[in-house]
Each structure stands twice: as C-alpha cells, then as structure tokens.
C-alpha cells in the first residue's frame, strides 16, 4: 500500500514548522502510525535525510509518550487509542495522511513531532501525589475501601497522561486529564486526606496554562484510557468543596 | 551542553547545540521553556464557569416562567390583560407599582453581565490555551457546544430588541399602535397581536426561539458539570432536564406567534 505522507517538520522551538511530502510505497494495513513513521525515517536515513523525531516508549498503550496528531485527530482517527495501536487499516493505497505535532500552546513543539508536555508534570507536581507520611501497610481489612470507590479510583487512575484530550479540545483544557487525577486521589484513604489542598494546588497550575471546558466532549473521544466525561465534572466539584471547606483534606 | 547559561543571551548558539535556538539547561530537564501561557488569573476560569452556570440557570428558570405566563395569552385578551396589570401592582402595599419587575430586572440585569463578561473572558482564555492551530473538522459533532457564542450573541440582540417592542414600546422597534401599560391598565394583547402580524417581528422571533433552544440544551447541560455534578443518576437527570426544559420553552413559545399569523390569535 502506498502512502503519501504530509508530516510536520519543525527544527526549532521557535519554528516556524512546515509540511514536508513524503512516500512510502510499503505500508501495510497492520502496520501502526508509528511504524509508518519508522518505515518513512528509514527511507530518510538511507537517502541521507534527517529523521523525522517523534516519541514513543511501550509501543502497548500503557506508558503515554506516544501521540501525533493524524488528520486533524490526536492519537489518530481511531476513538480512544493511542498513536501505538493506530492500525494503518482504514487507509486506502494512493491516500494521503496528515502527521502532526499535538496542538495547544501550552505543548511547545520541541522538534518536529514531539512536544513538550511538562506543564502536565507541573500539575502533577503541584499535588497529584500523595504527600503526607502514610507510614507502613495496614494490617489486611482494617482501612476499608469500598467496593465501588475502589473501582471508581481505578477506572480514573487509569490516565497515562499523554494529553491527547488537551489536543483535542478546541479550548485547549486539561479537564479530563486533571478531574481524573482529582478523582482517582479523592477517593482513596491515604490520598483522601490532602483532598482539599490538592484541588487548591492542581486547579491553580492548571489555570496558568490550559483554558477553560466548554463541554465539547472531544477529550473523552480520544482518551485512550478512556476516562469517562464524569471527571471533568470532578474539577468544579472539587474546586466548590475546597473553597467551601477551606480545610486541608 | 555545559555552561549554557553563559553565553550572553544566546545560551545555545555559541555551544553548537542539537537544537539551534532553544534553552538547553531546560531541554535537559525535557522542556523548551518554563513560561506559562499566562500568570495565575485572578478569577480562575473554573469560578468563571460556575458564574456561567448560575446566571445561566437564572436566566432558565426566567424563560420557563416567562413562558408559561405567555401562554396565557390564549386563555383570551382581557385574561391575558389582567395577569400583565397583576405583574405590575402584586404585593401592593408592601411592593410599589411595578415592584417585583423591577426587583426581576435587576437580578436579570446582573446576571446578564455577569454571564456575558464570564463569557468573553473565557473566550479568550480558551484562544490563549489553544494557540495557533485551532482545532478543525469537527463536523456537525458538538454542534451546540462550538455555537454557544453566536446563539448567545443571537440571544442578546432579540433581548434588546424584545425591551424594545413590548416593555417600552419604542418606536422602530414597536408596532406603532403600542400602547404603553397604566396604573390601572395593561395592553399587553393587543400589543403582542400588533407585533407579531409583521412577518418580519414574528421571523426574529421564531429564529431567537431556536437558538435559545441550542443555547439552553448545551447549556443547562454545561451547567450540570461546571456545578460538580459527578454522581450518574444526577447527571442522566441533569441531561434529561436540560433537554426536556430547552424543548419545553421553545415550543411553548414558538407557538404563540404561528398562531398569530394563521390567524388563530387577533
Ligand atoms: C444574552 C447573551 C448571551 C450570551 C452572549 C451568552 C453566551 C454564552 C456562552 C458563550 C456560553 C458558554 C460558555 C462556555 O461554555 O465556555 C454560555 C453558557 C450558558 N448560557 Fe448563555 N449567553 C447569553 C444568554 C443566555 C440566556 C438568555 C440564557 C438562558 C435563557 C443562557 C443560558 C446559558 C447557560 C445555562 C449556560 C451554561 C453555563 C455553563 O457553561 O455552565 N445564556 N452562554
Ligand atoms: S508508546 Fe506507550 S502509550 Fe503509545
């Protein structure tokens, strides 16, 4: 299958970037975005060109490096997956396909298709953690979680942190990424009892960055941890119970 | 990259840098600059959109009894005529003439700035965070949600116009056979009638109509998650309301001029 390829090139933070054309002529429908990427950065190398950097690490969905923008859509046209397990399937020989970088201006491009993605590392470090001294494990069955919350902090704590749904959200917000961590946090024992603080902290890094949510729902659609749209409601309510509460936890 | 930070504002020239031009003590670190997109703003967006939300449920509840109150128009002329005089004289004495509209317009007046300036801010703050490549090709998908600007722009003009037609009776705007209320008398029927035979009024009408409709569906459902509405069966209700509620004032409205052009009001 033959492929043309417009991809983003960009030297320098600074840019300005630029699409360059490019074809391979020995794509495969199973062949995933980034392989496609790695064919092309072949074919650059052996011509003696510059290869065009991207990142990516676990290639299996779990780490979160991974993420160029395919078509206009983050992660790719397929919903909620990341870039690593994008098949090249719905393409048809001879298309076209458009590779860039993650688009927000809180994500600077770093070169080409990599971005920098530390104003998320700053909201973490801000308060998504567990501060406080939690001492050793308790005795089996004596702090109690139920059920429920504990399924609830799993499906949230499943966000890799990629910031696709950044991307893809024309606000440029990081709702879903910072309601999950709120949420995941909240419901624990240990992480319970910094809730207050921590919303403080988190909503206040993210507001120097990321815009407001306008509910477009397109972060929930290209979330490959498929973090539900739920978390976004997470925000406002832990940002209402800290300025109510004006308590620690 | 050693001693980076030295060469005179061009840290990463002077030393042959992989990446011409960026900040290498930062790259190290893995970023290309610590500024923000902007200093942590006063009033955070989120508190913006709580703003929003409850300005917005105002203004829904406002609609819905507005609406309901319109509809008495069909219960006949002097019926509809003695609800717009009891609007205007209850809870005399406690209440001077007009007391509770007027306490209802400013509450509304309030709520109306609040709401427009929480939106233009937010606005441009969403611009900021998005930068240059703006996202596109959403199709028809979240319809409503990219067109809360323009509807509410549709809104803020038929509200103008509307004080203008039927409260104040202002020429242009009003029919010119309006008939401002007394203290002991409203025309409010016969100046509604009067309005909506110009097709042109009744058109405006219908078009604010439907875009109060995209405007509230979105809206209330909006308002449900910037409240902290996090629980399942609150937000499927939430969802619902917004839906049934946004329907509910559209028609009850829309049907009020249609039966004035067919004739079935005069
Ligand atoms: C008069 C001019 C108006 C303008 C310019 C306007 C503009 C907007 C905008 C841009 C939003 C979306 C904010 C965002 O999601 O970031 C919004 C939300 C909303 N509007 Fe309006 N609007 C107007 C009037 C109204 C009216 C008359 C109503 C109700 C009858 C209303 C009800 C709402 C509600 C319920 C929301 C949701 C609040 C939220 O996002 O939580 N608006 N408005
Ligand atoms: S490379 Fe790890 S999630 Fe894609």
């Known amino acids: 299958m033959r492929l043309v390829i417009e991809v983003w090139r960009q030297d320098t933070p600074q840019g300005p970037g630029r699409y360059e054309t490019h074809t391979v002529d020995d794509a495969t429908p199973e062949m995933s975005i980034l392989e496609l990427l790695d064919r092309l950065n072949d074919q650059l190398v052996e011509n003696g060109l510059e290869p065009v950097a991207f990142e990516s690490d676990c290639r299996e969905g779990i780490c979160g490096a991974c993420g160029v923008t395919v078509d206009g859509n983050p992660h790719g046209p397929q919903r909620n997956t990341p870039s690593c397990h994008q098949r090249l399937a719905g393409y048809a020989d001879g298309q076209r396909i458009r590779l860039e970088p993650l688009r927000s201006a809180a994500f600077p491009v770093i070169r080409d298709l990599v971005v920098d993605r530390s104003a998320m590392d700053r909201i973490i470090a801000a308060g998504g953690h567990v501060a406080i001294d939690a001492g050793t494990a308790p005795d089996a069955n004596s702090l109690l979680v139920p059920h429920e919350s504990a399924e609830r902090a799993l499906d949230m704590a499943a966000c890799i942190g990629c910031g696709a749904c950044v991307a893809a959200c024309p606000n440029g917000a990081a709702h879903l990424f910072v309601g999950s961590k709120l949420t995941h946090l909240s419901l624990l024992p240990t992480g319970r009892q910094e809730r207050g603080k921590r919303a403080r902290a988190m909503l206040s890094e993210m507001e120097q960055d990321f815009g407001p949510c306008s509910l477009y729902g397109e972060c929930a659609r290209v979330c490959p941890a498929h973090i539900p749209l739920t978390a976004i409601a997470a925000v406002n309510k832990e940002g209402l119970r800290s300025f109510f509460r004006q308590k620690d936890d | ?266």
Request: with cysteine.
């Open chain 2, 1 to 266: 990259m050693a001693s980076s930070q030295t060469a005179a504002g061009h840290p990463s020239r002077a030393m042959g840098s992989a990446l011409p031009g960026a900040d290498d003590a930062a790259l190290e670190l893995g970023r290309v600059r610590d500024a923000r997109v902007r200093r942590a703003p006063r009033v955070p967006s989120w508190v913006l959109k709580v703003v929003m939300a409850l300005s917005g449920v105002v203004f829904a509840l406002y609609v819905l009894v507005h609406m309901i109150g319109n509809l008495k128009v069909f219960t006949g002329a002097d019926h509809f005529n003695e609800y717009a005089h009891w609007l205007r004289t209850v809870l005399q004495p406690f209440l001077p003439y007009e007391g509770l509209l007027w306490v209802v317009r400013v509450v509304l007046l309030v709520c109306l700035v609040a709401h427009v300036g929480a939106a233009g801010v937010l606005w441009s703050r969403g611009r900021a965070s998005r930068g240059t490549h703006r996202h596109q090709g959403l199709g028809l998908r979240n319809f409503t949600a990219r067109t809360m600007l323009v509807t509410g722009v549709v809104l803020l003009g038929f509200v103008v116009f509307h004080v203008l037609d039927l409260t104040t009776g202002t020429g242009g705007a009003a029919s010119t056979s309006f008939r401002a209320a007394t203290l002991d008398q409203a025309y409010a029927y016969e100046n509604l009638i009067a309005s909506f035979q110009r097709p042109v009024a009744a058109a405006f009408y219908l078009l604010a109509m439907i875009a109060l409709f995209l405007h509230l569906a979105h809206g209330l459902w909006a308002a449900v998650s910037d409240l902290g509405a996090t629980g399942r069966r609150l937000r499927a209700v939430g969802y619902a309301v917004a839906g049934v509620l946004a329907l509910a004032v559209m028609l009850g409205n829309i049907i009020i001029p249609i039966s004035v052009l067919t004739g079935l009001l005069s």
